[in-house]
């Protein structure tokens, strides 16, 4: 679910903060503007480099924490696609071996993710925010505050028609949310989901993700002006090959944006060369 930006001067950034009384937009025009503004970050978003701290904790079903893991991890884009590359688990940075594996597993999304279309979602990763607004039928806008700035709030729902490709997709079909719609700049500030059904995996012989599973995930113009993911959090509970039972709750937190470029010559090992200050 993350995009990110060129430092480019976008034509909906410099609108003038709107009156709280003024008259909501037509809701398909707006809807269409952010669209179309989300998928200009994620074209873009491949000159960025950041980290991230992901933190998983184990829950019982008395709600007691069992067990916590932390990941912080080294993070691009190819082909519209995130890869993250894990260079610290649980506060130590990763062994030779365990760094050898790592850089294996990256190579290899690496060139999935150049032959996979970017409006497809790699095997095991989350859907795009652009790909989120297809997929959805929204209703009841309002007008909100958010954070100090005026946003335009829509409840959604996802639509049973929708065309989708692959698990992550099909999976967005059982969401119903709220998302917060900065009114200035026209981008996604914040989105709170969750399932109001359950999900099954191979008819459920595999894994069902069950209902009331729920996630929120923040943007914010955090770089000069530039609107980028700040992070995410959410709970798990699913039902995996029909005995075990899954209840997680999980947070992540991105920070330290880097313009990059990646060396064409050797895109498997997306080699990271930052750019050069003027």
């Given at each position: 679910m993350l995009g990110l930006l060129l430092p480019l001067t976008l034509p909906l950034g410099a609108r003038a903060q709107q009156q709280p009384n003024a008259p909501l937009p037509d809701i398909r025009q707006l809807m269409n503007e952010v669209q179309a503004h989300q998928k200009q970050l994620e074209k873009v978003r491949e000159n960025y480099t950041y980290s991230s701290l992901q933190t998983t904790q184990d829950i019982d079903q008395n709600g007691k924490v069992t067990k916590t893991e932390s990941v912080e991890g080294e993070d691009f884009f190819v082909n519209g696609h995130v890869i993250e590359r894990n260079v610290k688990k649980n506060g130590q940075p990763l062994s030779g071996h365990d760094e050898q594996k790592e850089t294996e597993r990256v190579t290899k999304?690496?060139?999935?993710?150049?032959?996979?279309?970017?409006?497809?979602?790699?095997?095991?990763?989350?859907?795009?925010?652009?790909?989120?607004?297809?997929?959805?039928?929204?209703?009841n806008p309002r007008r909100e505050n958010y954070r100090g700035r005026p946003t335009i709030v829509f409840d959604f729902i996802g639509r049973k028609d929708a065309k989708t490709h692959g698990l992550v997709e099909d999976a967005s079909k059982k969401l119903q949310g709220t998302i917060w719609i900065d009114e200035a700049d026209r981008q996604v500030a914040h989105i709170e989901v969750i399932f109001n059904d359950n999900f099954r995996i191979a008819?459920?012989?595999?894994?069902?993700?069950?209902?009331?599973?729920?996630?929120?995930?923040?943007?914010?113009?955090?770089?000069?002006?530039?609107?980028?993911?700040?992070?995410?959090?959410?709970s798990m509970q699913a039902r995996v090959l029909m005995v075990k039972n899954l209840r997680q709750h999980f947070t992540e937190r991105v920070y330290d944006y880097k313009r990059f470029s990646v060396e064409t010559q050797q895109p498997k090992d997306a080699k990271i060369v930052p750019v050069k200050k003027p």
């Open positions: 999304l690496v060139e999935k993710a150049e032959k996979t279309p970017p409006d497809q979602p790699l095997q095991g990763q989350t859907i795009s925010i652009s790909r989120v607004l297809e997929i959805m039928e929204v209703r008819g459920g012989l595999f894994a069902s993700v069950q209902k009331g599973t729920n996630f929120r995930f923040d943007q914010a113009a955090v770089n000069d002006g530039l609107w980028l993911p700040t992070g995410a959090e959410g």
